[in-house]
């Protein structure tokens, strides 16, 4: 690696000050919320993607400034996938329930409030925040408490027992001030719980860029390793890592594999299909069960 092959931006894990291209941009991103929505089938199209020598971690430096467009973002397809993010949300917080299955929880990227539902119903005491006003007011709508906005915030008040962060991490900039501000916010004995797509998975090896996370939307991109070094870094440590498995109805797994064929064989999904819904795991995703870290929490 030559010096021409790095540029002078800084890793947002290790913070190593040289990273360098490995992926040009195919995409530009759009002043549309559109572009980031939580249902983006454009797999593959992203900005510029870059790689720190040191700890491996991916990043897209181009695409810190987004804030403006989750704050607008409404995504129909996502609030008419509800059902399946039912029983995501089901299987992860039963995973939860046998470290802690009582107290508060708090649910970051809530969207339409569907995990802070079924915690409730488990009987968790369970409220979430997200940036999206059109989601938060779906969310308020039904009854659920989600704040608008990010952490630290007003309305968020007191520790929690549990705080999750599903498929939320790859979308923000500062992933470790992110988990910092989790840590303080989780209580010294609480747990919190992570899912992010694992850049390392053979999955990604086999598709390469038209990987289906890679997405506009998502501008960190991570592998057991960085992840362990984020959490490390917010004075945070893992439990237990294990690849969370997806709900998806049949109708969007026939559209959504029908992206990756020539458009003349591509053919439109029955009625149906939209009745089913199935497992699924392509051990491309991984979940992180954390706690305070040891040493911090003993010193």
């Given at each position: 690696?030559?010096?021409?092959?790095?540029?002078e931006?800084?890793?947002?894990?290790?913070?190593?000050?040289?990273?360098?291209?490995?992926?040009?941009?195919?995409?530009?991103?759009?002043?549309?919320p559109?572009?980031?929505?939580?249902?983006?089938?454009?797999?593959?199209?992203?900005?510029?993607?870059?790689?720190?020598?040191?700890?491996?971690?991916?990043?897209?430096?181009?695409?810190?400034?987004?804030?403006?467009?989750?704050?607008?973002?409404?995504?129909?397809?996502?609030?008419m996938?509800?059902?399946?993010?039912?029983?995501?949300?089901q299987?992860?917080?039963?995973?939860?329930?046998?470290?802690?299955?009582?107290?508060?929880?708090?649910d970051?990227?809530?969207?339409?409030?569907?995990?802070?539902?079924?915690?409730?119903?488990?009987?968790?005491?369970?409220?979430?925040?997200?940036?999206?006003?059109?989601?938060?007011?779906?969310?308020?709508?039904?009854?659920?408490?989600?704040?608008?906005?990010?952490?630290?915030?007003?309305?968020?008040?007191?520790?929690?027992?549990i705080?999750?962060?599903?498929?939320?991490?790859?979308h923000?900039?500062?992933?470790?001030?992110?988990?910092?501000?989790?840590?303080?916010?989780?209580?010294?004995?609480?747990?919190?719980?992570?899912?992010?797509?694992?850049?390392?998975?053979?999955?990604?090896?086999?598709?390469?860029?038209?990987?289906?996370?890679?997405?506009?939307?998502?501008?960190?991109?991570?592998?057991?390793?960085?992840?362990?070094?984020a959490?490390?870094?917010?004075?945070?440590?893992?439990?237990?890592?294990?690849?969370?498995?997806?709900?998806?109805?049949?109708?969007?797994?026939?559209?959504?594999?029908?992206?990756?064929?020539?458009?003349s064989?591509?053919?439109?999904?029955?009625?149906?299909?939209?009745?089913?819904?199935?497992?699924l795991?392509?051990?491309?995703?991984?979940?992180?069960?954390?706690?305070?870290?040891?040493?911090?929490?003993?010193?």
């Amino acid at each position: 690696m030559t010096s021409i092959d790095l540029v002078e931006t800084t890793c947002w894990i290790c913070g190593n000050n040289q990273i360098k291209l490995v992926s040009p941009a195919n995409h530009s991103i759009s002043s549309k919320p559109i572009s980031l929505h939580i249902t983006d089938s454009d797999y593959g199209q992203t900005a510029a993607i870059f790689q720190c020598p040191s700890c491996g971690f991916k990043q897209c430096p181009d695409m810190t400034e987004l804030h403006y467009l989750y704050e607008n973002m409404s995504d129909e397809a996502y609030v008419m996938s509800e059902a399946p993010r039912r029983l995501q949300a089901q299987k992860l917080l039963e995973w939860l329930q046998g470290y802690c299955d009582k107290g508060r929880l708090l649910d970051i990227g809530a969207g339409s409030g569907v995990l802070v539902d079924e915690a409730e119903k488990m009987g968790y005491c369970a409220e979430g925040i997200d940036p999206s006003l059109p989601l938060v007011d779906r969310a308020k709508r039904e009854g659920r408490i989600v704040h608008q906005g990010a952490l630290p915030h007003t309305d968020v008040v007191g520790k929690f027992d549990i705080v999750t962060l599903i498929d939320v991490i790859e979308h923000v900039a500062n992933p470790v001030g992110m988990l910092g501000d989790i840590r303080d916010v989780l209580k010294d004995c609480g747990i919190g719980l992570l899912v992010t797509p694992d850049v390392g998975s053979v999955a990604e090896f086999l598709m390469g860029r038209r990987w289906w996370h890679y997405r506009m939307a998502h501008i960190g991109y991570f592998n057991r390793s960085t992840i362990e070094l984020a959490l490390k870094r917010a004075d945070l440590e893992p439990v237990c890592m294990f690849r969370p498995r997806w709900y998806f109805t049949v109708d969007y797994l026939w559209e959504r594999a029908g992206l990756y064929l020539p458009r003349s064989l591509r053919l439109p999904s029955a009625n149906f299909m939209k009745q089913f819904t199935v497992p699924l795991n392509l051990f491309d995703s991984l979940a992180v069960i954390f706690r305070h870290s040891k040493s911090t929490s003993q010193g």
